[in-house]
C-alpha cells in the first residue's frame, strides 16, 4: 500500500503562482509515475503532469510552459510548481503514484484561481 499527502493548494490570483506537494509512504515500488490529476466542477479527472523515476516528465498541453513537475526522491515528494495561473486551472488537484501493481490516490487539494 502507498499512502499520499497533498499540501499547498488554496486561493492564487490569476497570474499568480503556487506550489503543491504531495508525500509518498508505505510499500513503494523501484519503478513508478507520479503525477498530477486535477478535476473541476461536472468535468472529468484530467491529466495535469507525470514524472517518472528516471525524470522523464509529461504535461497536458494546456500547462505546457506555465507548471512544472518535480521530486526529491530522498523525500519521496512529487512537487508542482504553478505559474502563470488562470481562472480555468481551478480545480481539485489530486495526486497519483503508479507502477506495475497498483494505482493510488491521495486525497485531493483545491487550488482556486480568481480575482
Known amino acids: 500500500q502507498v499512502q499520499l499527502v497533498e499540501s499547498g493548494g488554496g486561493l492564487a490570483q490569476p497570474g499568480g503562482s503556487l506550489r503543491l506537494s504531495c508525500a509518498a509512504s508505505?510499500?513503494?515500488?523501484?519503478?513508478?509515475?507520479m503525477g498530477w490529476y486535477r478535476q473541476a466542477p461536472g468535468k472529468q479527472r484530467e491529466l495535469v503532469a507525470t514524472?517518472?523515476?528516471?525524470?522523464?516528465?509529461n504535461y497536458a498541453e494546456s500547462v505546457k510552459g506555465r507548471f512544472t513537475i518535480s521530486k526529491d526522491n530522498t523525500k519521496n515528494t512529487v512537487y508542482l510548481q504553478m505559474s502563470s495561473l488562470k481562472s480555468e486551472d481551478t480545480a481539485f488537484y489530486y495526486c497519483?503514484?503508479?507502477?506495475?501493481?497498483?494505482?493510488?490516490w491521495g486525497q485531493g487539494t483545491q487550488v482556486t484561481v480568481s480575482s
Open positions: 497519483n503514484y503508479r507502477w506495475l501493481l497498483g494505482n493510488y
Open positions: 508505505g510499500t513503494m515500488s523501484s519503478t513508478y509515475v
Open positions: 514524472i517518472s523515476t528516471g525524470g522523464g516528465t
